[in-house]
């Protein structure tokens, strides 16, 4: 892709999420993902207002007088973008692929971290790590990991999606979010990894398929190629039947998701996705309250 093409790429993305951006960001984003955590913030001497809870012993047996521990809330998220860039993302039966819809829904959930002033890292994988740009702010940052979504050629067409779940569970040294883009393909591969992750980070899985993996036209005998490993199949019953098993697949990834409690968010390309992330936002805040 050529330079001048690339930067017109960016642009129409960051014009085209901007107003999406404002409408996540319109207090569904913070009021679903703020209070992470707590940070130490200093010791004072205790008031008779203060819990004896909260009473440092340590500090207090040193002073000879009662000292409480003051904690803060975090107000820097750290949020983790795992995009899959295996070859079955470059299939696409509308006018975007499931990498073109997976790179705009990961330009809008950084956008929206980085309004709220939050670090966005981004981890591209195949069956290997790709890229890893680590956790930051600014919208420099923000821009250059559009750009890698965009151009960057992965070695690898295979998928290791339990591989990608452990690299992140390595990298992320403190609770945060974590955002897994991809088809999803395969889901028992990697259900102990998700529930792994999901015990030390918050884990939101964004399943990305075509319409015509959930209802396939077939009327003749038909030979698939599988993307990532070149194996051919030639499937020769009725579309009743392939579709029933597409739906099969669809209910084995929202039964893995469900059994490690990781909420599952349903994007179609060619579709509107921004109506799958603000039901997701909104059922949160129902579940928080």
């Known amino acids: 892709m050529q330079l001048a093409e690339l930067a017109r790429q960016i642009r129409l993305l960051e014009i085209r999420t901007g107003h999406l951006v404002e409408e996540i960001t319109g207090g569904a984003y913070r009021s679903v993902f703020k209070g992470r955590g707590i940070e130490f913030d200093e010791v004072r001497e205790y008031t008779a207002d203060d819990d004896i809870r909260s009473i440092d012993w340590n500090v207090s047996a040193r002073m000879n007088s009662p000292y409480v521990k003051k904690f803060v809330e975090e107000r820097e998220l750290t949020v983790m973008l795992l995009v899959d860039l295996s070859a079955s993302g470059e299939f696409g039966s509308t006018a975007k692929t499931k990498r073109q819809t997976a790179a705009e829904l990961a330009a809008l959930l950084a956008f929206s971290a980085g309004k709220n002033g939050d670090k966005v890292g981004l981890l ?166």
């Open 124 to 289: 591209l994988f195949t069956d290997k790590i790709e890229l890893y740009l680590p956790p930051r702010s600014g919208r420099t940052h923000i821009l250059r990991m559009i750009r890698e979504m965009l151009v960057f050629t992965p070695q690898n067409s295979g998928t290791d999606i339990a591989g990608a779940l452990r690299e992140c569970a390595k990298l992320m040294k403190k609770r945060g979010v974590v955002f897994l883009l991809s088809d999803l393909i395969f889901p028992q591969s990697f259900a102990s990894e998700l529930r792994l992750l999901r015990a030390r980070q918050d884990l939101i899985a964004i399943n990305v398929t075509d319409p015509a993996e959930k209802s396939f036209p077939l009327k003749n005998p038909v030979t698939f190629e599988d993307a990532e490993t070149g194996e051919i199949v030639e499937y020769s019953g009725n579309a009743g039947t392939f579709n029933e098993q597409l739906a099969a697949v669809e209910n084995e990834k929202a039964a893995v998701c469900r059994r490690a409690k990781v909420d599952m968010i349903n994007v179609e390309c060619g579709g509107d996705i921004l109506k799958p992330l603000i039901g997701f936002f909104s059922e949160r805040r129902k579940h928080l309250r």
